[in-house]
């Protein structure tokens, strides 16, 4: 295993909520199956990303596997790696109860993953990038960047906050707000905890570091402050 410098960062580290609580990620995979549409989640990226049955695709913070185990039905293998342990160990349950085959999980982060293989056709990555300071973000992406083939298509989403707001008080009390009352206190409590102590960044930054490792930005979709970028080796 390759050692790491003094001051490299510690992605193992939990920042914001604790993925490293069975309690908490039992908890997650339940709600996410009641919030989003995983299905319809990973058929839209499948066609945004032109994903085919030949294609090995890297999945980065996959959680409780659910996109990675849709989309293994469509390429050729799914790569699936989190640092969390536990979330890891229950994504590989559901995926053998399914007797899926084409789905290779390891407890790895954009810092430290090695890829041994071929580099990718196709790398996705939901939620999960904010878990980084900015500087991080950008050695995490070069490191991606070196894995993908030539061409290889590039999926980022992820809470981006927008330049544009002005009354960053009312801007964040609106979404809390909203929150609570679409889906409940726990997803508005988890969400407070992310704007206080994760490292979600500024629209601008996250074009600016996708573009200074070298992907050319062909699409991104802004869903509220959840924004995601369709990006192109
Ligand atoms: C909010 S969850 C998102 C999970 C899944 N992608 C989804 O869309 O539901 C964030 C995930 O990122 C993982 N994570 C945090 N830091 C990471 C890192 N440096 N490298 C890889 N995964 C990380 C967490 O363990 C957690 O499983």
């Keep these: 295993?390759?050692?790491?410098?003094?001051?490299?960062?510690?992605?193992?580290?939990?920042?914001?909520?604790?993925?490293?609580?069975?309690?908490?990620?039992?908890?997650?995979?339940l709600r996410m199956r009641k919030l989003r549409n995983i299905e319809m989640e990973s058929n839209s990226i499948r066609e945004l990303l032109g994903i085919k049955n030949s294609d090995s695709v890297l999945e980065i913070g996959t959680g409780t596997g659910e996109l990675a185990l849709n989309i293994s039905a469509y390429c050729k293998e799914v790569v699936a790696i989190d640092v969390s342990k536990v979330m890891i160990?229950?994504?590989?349950?559901?995926?053998?109860?399914?007797?899926?085959?084409?789905?290779?999980?390891?407890?790895?982060?954009?810092?430290?993953?090695?890829?041994?293989?071929?580099?990718f056709d196709v790398i996705i990555t939901q939620l999960a990038l904010h878990h980084l300071p900015d500087y991080w973000k950008m050695i995490a992406l070069k490191r991606l960047y070196g894995m993908l083939k030539e061409d290889g298509k590039f999926y980022l989403r992820d809470v981006v906050f927008p330049s544009q707001i002005t009354d960053h008080d009312s801007y964040f009390a609106n979404i809390i707000t909203d929150l609570k009352n679409s889906s409940g206190d726990k997803i508005a409590e988890e969400t407070e905890i992310h704007i206080k102590e994760e490292f979600s960044t500024l629209d601008w930054i996250m074009e600016g570091l996708l573009k200074s490792v070298g992907f050319h930005i062909e699409n991104i979709i802004y869903d509220g402050f959840i924004t995601s970028y369709i990006c192109k080796k």
Excluded: C
Excluded at 2 to 28: C, I, M, N, S
Excluded at 93 to 112: C, D, M, P, R, W
């Design 1 to 29: 295993m390759r050692q790491y410098p003094e001051w490299y960062y510690d992605e193992f580290k939990q920042v914001g909520v604790d993925y490293t609580d069975l309690g908490e990620v039992h908890a997650y995979d």
């Design 89 to 119: 160990d229950f994504a590989r349950i559901k995926v053998e109860s399914q007797n899926k085959t084409n789905v290779h999980f390891y407890n790895a982060g954009f810092l430290t993953y090695e890829n041994n293989g071929d580099q």
